[in-house]
């Protein structure tokens, strides 16, 4: 017994139920059962719809009469009840009990449950319902259940587009009077809730505790299937349509489907072309909020996260989480055709348009289609000529900020990327990736025709075009087509005259930066590549990969009028020019006309008496470095090159070729006149000069003629006095070979 005491029986009989719990008055309805009578009538006013109190003022009905009293009070503004602690008023005296416990931190109404504990008894019966899982409202419409009746009339006003609050400044209606009120802070600058952490200060008293977690770590939301944990309970909904397949909102543009509303009003500013977020510094517009934060600090230079291993720092926290993975080397998002995975889920979602062969971006000049938005932004300023990137040292122009940076370590000196096998520095990320393939040996890409392999993609495209015969690079001088974009630039070299390419040492110029590089190796003496067959080193790759083919005999290059075969494709296209006849290079004193620049270059020596290479044993000069060559085997004895008939060796390969048409009776060129037959070319013009009469060669003393050059010089030594052979055993010298051969006989006794 509690002894309070009534002055009314039936106040005392109700309150003898509520002790007891007994509710005695059914509704015959919904079978809700009360304490008292009159909660029962006023109950089944709910389903007759009978609102007997009508307001005199705005004609409001309602159902039960305080309704109407509380009602009445909006419209005389009197709010009689005063609290004592902070003046608050209010219309009725236990709304102001209600908010007496604010202060008094009173919450008399406990939860048998969990005992949480609470200010108002009608907050426990909802909180109960939440154990329980009662959802005794339902919406006529759609028949979505709630549990509480505030909740499906707001709901109601979906189906019905009321909005009934309206903001006084601009107009804007709202469903909810506390979206409202927190809208209206917006125009008034108020931002009523505080963090005591950092002082930061929210329109809304969630946003202030949303944001308090990030202080106290707490994530007091957990998903039921992978157990990830969020800091407000709306995060974790949307995660969980994720694991159920739900997209309950959906795009009426193109119907493509996103889990919250939020993804799907972002998703038609597409479609709108609406970017509501301007940046006050440059104007630059955005359809994201979030960008143009992330923007703004490109002015103000704030780069809040930062990556704890590396130090660097980022704008975007998204974009410091990608760049850790980097050095966890986490690949979080697989493809599931080819299981490739990737740091980034907008690089997985770019590569599956590989495989799909989707390619949504399209340019409005030319129709070419892109994979991706930033190539498509890339390819519009070929037609445009913009190039909005400059390098401050020489002011160049870039169309992308890449590849001005990369620019830009030009003069720097910079070389970030470096190898871990063998220490080389990179300027560029791709030519390191490029490089450590020469370690591993790993050549990912092979031809579906000739299944040759290489290191890179691009230059296995290349070279499929060989294949296809697409040359689809043109020059527009000469209209002389190639397979890639860098062959017809370094071709147009040739009509500009160009050499950009400069040797710090000498001076020579060059078309090309790798041709530069190999010379630089002639100053250092750098010969990297050697032959694993003779150990001959080399100042370049395909010089190596030409002179392996001595020791294989491979003659890949093949002429098809005469089936001859060469070891260069530069010496077949040379050979070809003799069933052609074409002599592109001319000599600009005599007029004579050859088939190779390297022969004219030869031929002109004779007129500016030029003799650039000199041999180091003797001092003897000679026009062609060939010549210089087979000189020095004289010295050093070297004859590489032997007769497999009868193993006779030679110190130059075209006296073995000579020498081999003794054994085969070949003898290829024929005289026009007499048929008679030579085995060198040379021995067939000396012949044909004897049915011409010709003597070119002329002495400068005597003025008598030759038809051959050695006879000439024979004949100039009697002038001279020269005579350059002399016997080893009596030291008498001669003026011809034949005179000492001849002497030699007595000595010998031959």
Do not use: W
């Amino acid at each position: 017994m509690c002894s309070k005491a009534f002055s009314r029986n039936s106040d005392f009989i109700r309150h003898k139920c509520s002790r007891s719990g007994e509710r005695r008055y059914c509704c015959d309805v919904c079978k809700k059962a009360f304490t008292v009578k009159c909660a029962l009538v006023n109950h089944q006013r709910v389903h007759s719809g009978e609102r007997l109190y009508c307001c005199d003022v705005c004609s409001k009905a309602f159902t039960k009469k305080h309704n109407l009293r509380r009602h009445k009070y909006l419209h005389v503004g009197e709010r009689p009840h005063c609290c004592d602690v902070c003046n608050k008023t209010f219309a009725e005296k236990k709304t102001l009990a209600v908010h007496i416990r604010l202060h008094s931190g009173e919450r008399p109404h406990c939860c048998d449950v969990c005992n949480k504990t609470f200010a108002e008894k009608k907050t426990l019966t909802v909180h109960r319902r939440l154990h329980s899982g009662e959802l005794p409202y339902c919406c006529d419409v759609c028949n979505k259940t709630f549990n509480q009746k505030g909740h499906m009339i707001n709901h109601q006003r979906t189906h019905s587009g009321e909005r009934p609050y309206c903001c006084d400044v601009c107009n804007k209606t709202f469903i909810l009077k506390g979206d409202m009120v927190n809208h209206q802070r917006i125009h008034s600058g108020e931002r009523p809730f505080c963090c005591d952490v950092c002082g930061k200060t929210f329109l809304r008293k969630s946003h202030m505790l949303d944001h308090q977690r990030t202080h106290s770590g707490e994530r007091p939301y957990c998903c039921d299937v992978c157990n990830k944990t969020f800091t407000r309970t709306g995060d974790m909904v949307i995660h969980q349509r994720i694991h159920r397949g739900d997209r309950p909102y959906c795009c009426d543009v193109c119907h493509k489907s996103f889990i919250c509303k939020s993804f799907m009003t972002k998703h038609r500013r597409i479609h709108n072309g609406e970017r509501p977020f301007c940046c006050v510094v440059c104007n630059k517009t955005f359809n994201l909020k979030s960008n143009l934060t992330m923007h703004k600090r490109l002015h103000s230079g704030d780069c809040p996260f930062f990556c704890e291993v590396c130090g660097k720092t980022f704008i975007g926290k998204s974009h410091m989480v990608t760049h850790q993975r980097i050095h966890t080397g986490e690949r979080p998002y697989s493809c599931d055709v080819c299981s490739k995975a990737f740091n980034q889920k907008s690089t997985l979602i770019i590569h599956k348009r590989i495989h799909s062969g989707d390619r949504p971006y399209c340019c409005d000049v030319c129709n070419k289609v892109f994979n991706e938005k930033s190539s498509l932004i890339k390819h519009r300023r070929l037609h445009s000529g913009d190039r909005p990137y400059c390098c401050d040292v020489c002011n160049k122009a870039f169309i992308l900020k890449s590849y001005m940076v990369r620019h830009q370590r030009v003069h720097s000196g910079v070389r970030p990327f470096c190898c871990d096998v063998c220490n080389k520095t990179f300027t560029v990320k791709s030519k390191l990736t490029r490089h450590k393939i020469l370690h591993s040996g790993e050549h990912p890409y092979c031809c579906d025709v000739c299944n040759k392999t290489f290191t890179q993609k691009g230059d296995m495209v290349i070279h499929q075009r060989i294949h296809s015969g697409d040359r689809p690079y043109c020059c527009d001088v000469c209209h002389k087509s190639f397979i890639s974009k860098s062959y017809m630039a370094k071709h147009r070299r040739i009509h500009s005259g160009e050499r950009p390419f400069c040797c710090g040492m000498c001076d020579k110029t060059f078309t090309r930066k790798y041709d530069m590089v190999i010379h630089q190796r002639i100053h250092s003496g750098d010969r990297p590549y050697c032959c694993d067959v003779c150990r001959k080193s080399f100042i370049s790759k395909s010089y190596m990969a030409q002179h392996r083919r001595t020791h294989i005999g491979e003659r890949p290059f093949c002429c098809v009028v005469c089936n001859k075969t060469f070891t260069l494709k530069s010496k077949l296209t040379l050979h070809k020019r003799l069933h052609s006849g074409d002599c592109p290079y001319v000599c600009d004193v005599c007029g004579k006309k050859f088939i190779g620049k390297r022969d004219m270059v030869d031929h002109q020596r004779i007129h500016s008496g030029e003799r650039p290479y000199s041999c180091d044993v003797c001092s003897k000069a000679f026009k062609q470095r060939s010549t210089l060559i087979i000189h020095k085997r004289i010295h050093s004895g070297d004859r590489p090159y032997c007769c497999d008939v009868c193993n006779k060796v030679f110190n130059e390969e075209s006296s073995l070729i000579t020498h081999k048409r003794l054994h085969s009776v070949d003898r290829p060129y024929c005289c026009d006149v007499c048929n008679k037959a030579f085995i060198l070319k040379s021995h067939m013009l000396r012949h044909q000069r004897i049915h011409s009469g010709e003597q070119p060669y002329s002495c400068d003393v005597c003025s008598k003629a030759f038809n051959q050059k050695n006879n000439l010089i024979t004949h100039k030594r009697s002038h001279s006095g020269e005579r350059p052979y002399c016997c080893d055993m009596c030291n008498k010298a001669f003026i011809h070979k034949r005179s000492m051969i001849r002497h030699l006989r007595i000595h010998s006794g031959e």
